[in-house]
């Protein structure tokens, strides 16, 4: 990552602008510090038990992406290493960004919300699917599936159509944001299935630049922004062994009876460790190295 790197500026003071569920947002001079913390949120709502080196994890797997697909579409990283010593290893320095107010999904596998909008209607995000796909099912082609961006605590986002991106944006801007996620969930499937993971699904975060091109930002093709699957143990039909924090989700739903409401349930040793350690398996098998 040292590419990346360059002297810090002396004598500058950061300014918090953002605390979000799982990172803090702070201003830095021209620049801006995203910083990820250990925390976890299911459902909208951050859980009052962390699980360690979350934070460290997703944003060092969100460099190694960041990386890879550097030819497919340029990112807001500005360093990885020129960030207060306190958050080495959990911080990044970036560029400033107008971001996207649309939530770029791709999808090649049918599941989650994906699977009830499916059910329901024949289709995703106005995209028709073929009839008789089930929980699991691989898509004839990986399909954008759009949503709306509604603020923490403000409810939940909800499926757009293609034109409603549109709308919302501009048609070329929409033609843009498709074909980018699209082209990065692509990329990014080739490489994690070489080493024995289906990306079933993600999420991207786009921003626009001062000279409006659009940069990748935020995190990247991560447990908390995609959906992992060990490939030689996917079979459609039922859930899947998840790389990621559905199987957070899933402990919820299934062990306690909790109604998603805040404040959310404490988790137990025995599942923080489970879901740390599927955390470092999908990021030791995509890197090929050893989680420190």
């Known amino acids: 990552m040292n590419r990346h790197a360059r002297t810090r500026r ?43 080196d979350k934070g460290k994890i997703l944003t060092q797997l969100s460099l190694w992406w960041f990386d890879q697909l550097s030819s497919v579409v340029p990112n807001h990283i500005v360093s990885a ?22 939530e770029c999904i791709a999808r090649g596998y049918l599941a989650g919300s994906g699977l009830k909008e499916y059910e329901r209607d024949g289709a995703v995000s106005g995209v028709a699917l073929p009839p008789g796909l089930i929980e699991g099912s691989d898509l004839p082609e990986p399909i954008f599936t759009p949503t709306t961006k509604v603020p923490p605590g403000e409810g939940h986002d909800e499926f757009m159509t293609f034109a409603e991106v549109g709308a919302a944006v501009g048609d070329e801007r929409a033609e843009e944001l498709r074909r980018i996620t699209l082209e990065v969930y692509r990329r990014g499937s080739e490489i994690a299935r070489a080493n024995g993971i289906i990306i079933a699904d993600t999420k991207i975060e786009l921003g626009v630049a001062a000279d409006g091109s659009l940069l990748l930002a935020d995190e990247l093709l991560t447990p908390d922004s995609s959906r992992f699957w060990s490939a030689d143990e996917w079979k459609p039909g039922g859930t899947q062994r998840y790389l990621d924090k559905q199987f957070l989700r899933d402990w919820a739903t299934n062990e306690t009876d909790w109604n998603r409401t805040e404040p959310g349930p404490e988790v137990p040793e025995e599942v923080v460790e489970a879901t740390r350690n599927r955390y470092v398996e999908v990021y030791e098998r995509l890197t090929g190295d050893t989680w420190r």
């Open 81 to 102: 290493t020129d960030v207060p010593a306190q958050w080495a290893g959990r911080a990044v320095r970036c560029r400033r960004l107008e971001m996207v107010m649309v």
């Open 10 to 52: 002396k004598g500058e003071q950061v300014e918090l602008l953002h605390s979000g569920k799982v990172r803090e947002v702070y201003a830095d001079g021209d620049d801006i510090l995203l910083v990820a913390s250990d925390r976890v949120s299911i459902y909208d709502v951050v859980l009052p038990t962390p699980i360690p």
